[in-house]
Nanobody, 128 residues
Framework: QLQLAESGGGLVQPGGSLRLSCAAS????????IGWFRQAPGKEREGVAC????????NYAESVKGRFTISRDNAKNTVYLQMNSLKPEDTAVYYC?????????????????????WGKGALVTVSS
């Protein structure tokens, strides 16, 4: 089967860190643009961080610049989101998505509803 699977979510205190992983099975990620998206309760899904297929280009939401880092290891067929200095407003379900098209990525990292593949999401809760 072809799927993405997120891992690494959990409960952290404000100022803490988490690293999310997105692993692909059934296909290889090296030809896909990858995005991390999040959806907080009662809010629309939004783009967080995106990375080109080669890893040479990245885009971030303004709210996470300087705190989050997206990276990929195509040899491991995995994409990561390192989240530092977490804030309560970062609380959300985080999804990874993969798409072989790049046009949506060229203008930033905004939510793209028609990704070829979606993970089921990982809950990140930032609370004291």
């Amino acid at each position: 089967q072809l799927q993405l699977a997120e891992s690494g979510g959990g409960l952290v205190q404000p100022g803490g860190s988490l690293r999310l992983s997105c692993a692909a099975s059934g296909f290889t990620l090296d030809s896909y643009v990858i995005g991390w998206f999040r959806q907080a309760p009662g809010k629309e899904r939004e783009g967080v961080a995106c990375i080109s297929s080669s890893g040479g280009s990245t885009n971030y939401a303004e709210s996470v610049k300087g705190r989050f880092t997206i990276s990929r290891d195509n040899a491991k067929n995995t994409v990561y989101l390192q989240m530092n200095s977490l804030k309560p407003e970062d609380t959300a379900v985080y999804y990874c998505g993969a798409d072989s098209r790049s046009s949506w990525f060229l203008n930033g990292c905004h939510y793209f509803s028609e990704m070829h593949y979606w993970g089921k999401g990982a809950l990140v809760t930032v609370s004291s």
